[in-house]
């Protein structure tokens, strides 16, 4: 069914995750000063209760699968983006990646009110791991795509909220990456802009790139998934192809 | 953006993520000149002065310092000149950790949103205090045109002595930045704290007050007062400090910038956990 369960990631690995958990310590009582702390800490009382939000979590993802996550709210399945994309380190368990992560979770983040639009395609560009070279050398299919116009100099606290995602989305998937995380198929703006939107995200999901994708519809992980992980209370409780585990999502909500 | 060998990225690999933090540091140098370039260009942006108020500052704080304490202090030289000197080195010392402590609590938002080395924030918060001194020093020439206090080639010296505190003004950011996120009081008692540490240190009177306090101990435990001293010996009074001072500055600035660097780096892979 799977070849999950490799002891090393392999030449042709993209991401592999072994025995990981994400454990939130959450204190008993509150500790909110370095007294507080340090009393407790010597009289051995600084107690933890742990969550888990992630717990034994073995992956091994191919490069150019596209793999999808699919499971209840509150399933793990953000934790588990965020291990990979690096925001989060893993309590336990080892992880390993290789190539360029792009999370496509956060549009525009960073993006500053009184900077204008270009300062901040730089700005958020350069936050995304992006050299300034690299940056101008996509500057005008950036600018194109988002239709700004004459607004690209203007701070964007002027922009409308439409805009300033149109603007986020533009640079965000500006390039292709070894690894793409999606939480969602995302589309922003009006119906014109939203077509264009799915249009580009096909585009990079049917690309080079390895995806990760999560997402409530069980249909787009059958129709687009080469295979599948199905997340509950953060334990992987199957894995398989695209359909089959859409079917498991389906009867699983049922219940 | 090829994914090659280097491009690998291993949580096993845990034994020198102070070393790769450095490495991730140079790939991500254009990032820390955007934060640099967003706190000056968003700080002063609808100001009508501008980025003048980064010389207007030290100026005012300098004058109502003049008028308040110069009658005080049994000043020889030439008071204004003596105060905005050591000033403009402490404005960059107490603005670069009292920002980098904020910036870590309060806008570390970006921190659970998308991976880049931590450390850009601090090393970008400390770049943009070091614009700020270097945009202070046209008011200092300014006070030493009108108080006719000579500039010797000692001054030519300065750039070190800028490099020493800013290395130790990094340190201890990083350090202080790695406590405030597990414990956020400290970003409410630092001011408090600076503030003393402030008046600790020989800036607005005369260094012969404090040298019989506690044996000069209050002067020699406090390592603003050699950085202090450094930057005044250079300018204000036109002589090269002695190679102990300098060995003292440069031994200080190097532990304090490796045992923060090594606490934060180790620590960073927490935040993510707190805040």
Same mark, same amino acid.
């Given at each position: 069914?799977?070849?999950?369960?490799?002891?090393?990631?392999?030449?042709?690995?993209?991401?592999?995750?072994?025995?990981?958990?994400?454990?939130?310590?959450?204190?008993?009582?509150?500790?909110?000063?370095?007294?507080?702390?340090?009393?407790?800490?010597?009289?051995?009382?600084?107690?933890?209760?742990?969550?888990?939000?992630?717990?034994?979590?073995?992956?091994?993802?191919?490069?150019?699968?596209?793999?999808?996550?699919?499971?209840?709210?509150?399933?793990?399945?953000?934790?588990?983006?965020?291990?990979?994309?690096?925001?989060?380190?893993?309590?336990?368990?080892?992880?390993?990646?290789?190539?360029?992560?792009?999370?496509?979770?956060?549009?525009?983040?960073?993006?500053?009110?009184?900077?204008?639009?270009?300062?901040?395609?730089?700005?958020?560009?350069?936050?995304?791991?992006?050299?300034?070279?690299?940056?101008?050398?996509?500057?005008?299919?950036?600018?194109?795509?988002?239709?700004?116009?004459?607004?690209?100099?203007?701070?964007?606290?002027?922009?409308?909220?439409?805009?300033?995602?149109?603007?986020?989305?533009?640079?965000?998937?500006?390039?292709?990456?070894?690894?793409?995380?999606?939480?969602?198929?995302?589309?922003?703006?009006?119906?014109?802009?939203?077509?264009?939107?799915?249009?580009?995200?096909?585009?990079?999901?049917?690309?080079?790139?390895?995806?990760?994708?999560?997402?409530?519809?069980?249909?787009?992980?059958?129709?687009?998934?080469?295979?599948?992980?199905?997340?509950?209370?953060?334990?992987?409780?199957?894995?398989?192809?695209?359909?089959?585990?859409?079917?498991?999502?389906?009867?699983?909500?049922?219940? | 953006?090829?994914?090659?060998?280097?491009?690998?990225?291993?949580?096993?690999?845990?034994?020198?993520?102070?070393?790769?933090?450095?490495?991730?540091?140079?790939?991500?140098?254009?990032?820390?000149?955007?934060?640099?370039?967003?706190?000056?260009?968003?700080?002063?942006?609808?100001?009508?002065?501008?980025?003048?108020?980064?010389?207007?500052?030290?100026?005012?704080?300098?004058?109502?310092?003049?008028?308040?304490?110069?009658?005080?202090?049994?000043?020889?030289?030439?008071?204004?000149?003596?105060?905005?000197?050591?000033?403009?080195?402490?404005?960059?010392?107490?603005?670069?950790?009292?920002?980098?402590?904020?910036?870590?609590?309060?806008?570390?938002?970006?921190?659970?949103?998308?991976?880049?080395?931590?450390?850009?924030?601090?090393?970008?918060?400390?770049?943009?205090?070091?614009?700020?001194?270097?945009?202070?020093?046209?008011?200092?020439?300014?006070?030493?045109?009108?108080?006719?206090?000579?500039?010797?080639?000692?001054?030519?010296? $300065?750039?070190?002595?800028?490099? %020493? #505190?800013?290395?130790?003004?990094? /340190? &201890?950011? *990083?350090? +202080?930045?790695?406590?405030?996120?597990?414990?956020?009081?400290?970003?409410?008692?630092?001011?408090?704290?600076?503030?003393?540490?402030?008046?600790?240190?020989? $800036?607005?009177?005369?260094?012969? %007050? #404090?040298?019989?306090?506690?044996? /000069? &101990?209050? *002067?020699? +435990?406090?390592?603003?007062?050699?950085?202090?001293?450094?930057?005044?010996?250079?300018?204000?009074?036109?002589?090269?400090?002695?190679?102990?001072?300098?060995?003292?500055?440069?031994?200080?600035?190097?532990?304090?910038?490796?045992?923060?660097?090594?606490?934060?780096?180790?620590?960073?892979?927490?935040?993510?956990?707190?805040?």
């Amino acid at each position: 069914m799977d070849n999950t369960l490799l002891a090393e990631p392999e030449i042709t690995t993209s991401v592999f995750l072994k025995d990981v958990s994400v454990a939130y310590r959450v204190p008993t009582e509150r500790i909110g000063t370095i007294k507080e702390y340090l009393i407790k800490k010597v009289r051995g009382k600084v107690q933890h209760k742990h969550f888990y939000a992630l717990q034994d979590i073995n992956l091994n993802v191919e490069q150019g699968e596209i793999f999808g996550i699919i499971g209840r709210n509150g399933a793990g399945k953000s934790t588990l983006l965020k291990v990979i994309s690096r925001v989060l380190s893993p309590t336990n368990g080892r992880v390993w990646i290789k190539g360029v992560v792009a999370p496509l979770l956060e549009l525009g983040a960073g993006f500053h009110p009184e900077l204008t639009g270009l300062e901040n395609v730089y700005l958020n560009g350069t936050l995304l791991g992006h050299t300034r070279q690299e940056i101008t050398e996509k500057l005008d299919s950036i600018l194109a795509f988002s239709e700004i116009g004459n607004f690209i100099n203007a701070p964007i606290r002027t922009y409308s909220s439409g805009m300033v995602a149109r603007l986020g989305f533009s640079v965000a998937t500006a390039w292709e990456p070894d690894i793409l995380i999606l939480d969602e198929v995302l589309s922003v703006g009006d119906a014109a802009f939203r077509a264009k939107c799915s249009e580009r995200m096909l585009n990079l999901i049917k690309g080079k790139s390895t995806v990760l994708l999560v997402t409530h519809s069980s249909s787009l992980i059958a129709e687009l998934c080469t295979r599948a992980i199905l997340l509950d209370h953060g334990k992987i409780i199957s894995s398989g192809n695209g359909a089959e585990i859409s079917d498991q999502y389906m009867s699983m909500l049922n219940i | 953006m090829l994914s090659d060998q280097a491009n690998i990225y291993d949580s096993a690999k845990t034994r020198w993520v102070s070393i790769e933090e450095i490495k991730a540091i140079f790939r991500y140098k254009d990032l820390i000149y955007q934060l640099i370039r967003r706190d000056i260009v968003a700080r002063y942006k609808r100001s009508v002065l501008g980025v003048l108020w980064t010389m207007l500052n030290p100026l005012g704080t300098m004058i109502i310092l003049t008028i308040v304490f110069s009658r005080l202090f049994d000043m020889r030289g030439v008071y204004p000149a003596y105060i905005i000197t050591g000033l403009i080195a402490w404005n960059f010392f107490s603005q670069t950790t009292q920002f980098s402590l904020n910036t870590t609590l309060w806008g570390s938002g970006l921190y659970h949103k998308i991976y880049m080395p931590r450390t850009a924030f601090i090393i970008s918060v400390a770049g943009g205090g070091l614009i700020n001194l270097g945009f202070a020093l046209v008011p200092m020439a300014l006070i030493y045109l009108v108080t006719r206090v000579q500039i010797h080639f000692s001054a030519l010296l $300065i750039p070190f002595a800028v490099l %020493l #505190l800013a290395m130790f003004t990094l /340190g &201890l950011s *990083l350090f +202080l930045s790695t406590i405030a996120v597990f414990f956020p009081d400290v970003a409410e008692f630092f001011p408090v704290l600076i503030t003393a540490w402030l008046y600790l240190t020989p $800036i607005i009177y005369p260094e012969k %007050l #404090l040298q019989d306090v506690f044996y /000069g &101990l209050v *002067l020699k +435990l406090n390592p603003m007062y050699y950085y202090i001293k450094i930057f005044r010996n250079l300018l204000y009074d036109g002589i090269v400090p002695p190679w102990w001072e300098w060995l003292v500055a440069v031994l200080v600035a190097s532990v304090f910038l490796v045992a923060g660097w090594k606490i934060f780096t180790n620590k960073s892979k927490l935040f993510g956990y707190y805040g």
